[in-house]
C-alpha cells in the first residue's frame, strides 16, 4: 500500500470502530541515527534523520472526558478517563498513546477540561528493529492532539512530552533523540541535535544528488533482553564523569583521555572513550557533510562501529558481520545503529551496488548459519505532519 492509501485506509478504519468520521489523520515516520550513539544521555551530539517508515494516527475529538485507542497491531480498544489518568494504570501498547494525553497534562494541559478523543492507529514502521516505532507512535499522537486541543506547543517541546510519555508511562530509560527526529526531521536531511541545549539544526545530507542510498540490515538479534546492558554502559558513563569530575561526559574532550586512562579501570575508560570519540565524530559528520558531501563520511561511520565494537562493547556477532560483508560488497561505510545487543546496521551505499550489498550480506548470514536478516533501504523524509 502507498502511504497515501494507508492514511485513507486508517480513516476508513476509524469511521467503522468508532461509527464516525475522524477530524483528521496525522503521521510521524521512525528514525535512523546516522551517527551519535549512546551520547543523548551523556549530553551530547546525534545525527539521526527520519524515515520513508511511518505511523498514522486518524483522530476525532469527543464530547465527554474519554479516551479510547485501537490500533491495526492489536485486538483490543483501551478506555480511560482523562481526568483520572496516570503512568501506572497505563500498560501495554496504548500506553505509547495514551501517555501522550498524560505527559501533555504533566506539561500544564488541563486534562479534565479537555475534550476526551478516540485515535485509530495504522503503521508501517517495524516495530523492534530499532527503528523507532514507538517515538512514530507518540510523535503521530503528540501532534494530532496538539492541533486539536488547540495547544500551541513547540515542536521541541513535544518531543520531551514523548519522552516523557516513554520514560514514565511506557518505563523506557530513553533519551530526546528519537522523537527530536520525528518531530523535526526533513527531506533529504539529518537533525543535527544538542542534547544538553536541546537545540536542532537540519543538515542536508546529498544522498540523492551522490547516488547513494542507506540500506538497513536487521539482524533480528532481539533487543529486548538488553535492558541490563544499557543501565550497565549508562552506569559506567556516570562513573567516569564522576572520576573526572564533571556533570556529563559532554565535558571531556579528546585531549582529557589521557588523563582519564590514569584515574579509571580500563573497562571505564574505554566505555568514557567512546562517548568522547563519538561526540567527536558526529561533529566531523556534520562538518563533512557541509564541506565535502557525503561520499566522505564512510571512514567515520566505520571508525563508529569500531568503537562500539571495542570500547563500549555492545555489538554482537550479527552487526559485525553485516558491517564487513556490506562494506566488502562496496558499502562505503557501516555501523551498527540504535542501543545495541541487536537490531539493525546501516551501510552507506551507492544505489548501483544495493542489490550486491543486500545478497553478499544475506549469503554471509546463510554461511554463518545465522537467521536470514531482512535488508531494506530507506530515504530521509519529513518529520511529522498532517496528512488528512
Ligand atoms: P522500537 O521503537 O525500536 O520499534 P520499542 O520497543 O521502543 O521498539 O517500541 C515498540 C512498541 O511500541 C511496540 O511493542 C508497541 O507496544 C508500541 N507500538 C509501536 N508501533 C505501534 C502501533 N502501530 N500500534 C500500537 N503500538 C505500537
Ligand atoms: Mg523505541
Redesign the pocket.
Known sequence: MTHDDIAAQAAADFRSQFGRAADGVWSAP?RVNLIGEHTDYNEGFVLPFAIDRR?WAAVGLRDDNTARVT????DDEVEIGLSTVGPEQLE??????LGIAWALGQNGVELAEQHGFDAH???D?????????????ECAVAIALDERWQLGIDRPTLARVGQLA?NEA?G?P?GIM?QSASLLGRRDSAVFLDCRSLRSEIVDLGFAAAGLAIVIIDTKVSH?HATGGYAARRASCEAGAAALGVESLRDVGVADLDRAREIMDDETFRRVRHVVTENARVLATVRTLRESGPLAIGEILDASHVSMRDDFEISVAELDLAVVAAREAGAIGARMT?GGFG?AAIALTPLALIDEVTARVGEAFAQAGYTAPEIFTVTPSDGAKREL
Open positions: 521512525g505511523t490500533s491495526t497491531f492489536s501495554g501498547w496504548s500506553a505509547y498513546p492507529i495504522a503503521s514502521v517495524p516495530v523492534g528493529a530499532g527503528l523507532s516505532s514507538s517515538a512514530a507512535i516513554e511506557v523506557a530513553t528519537d529486548s540504535g537490531g
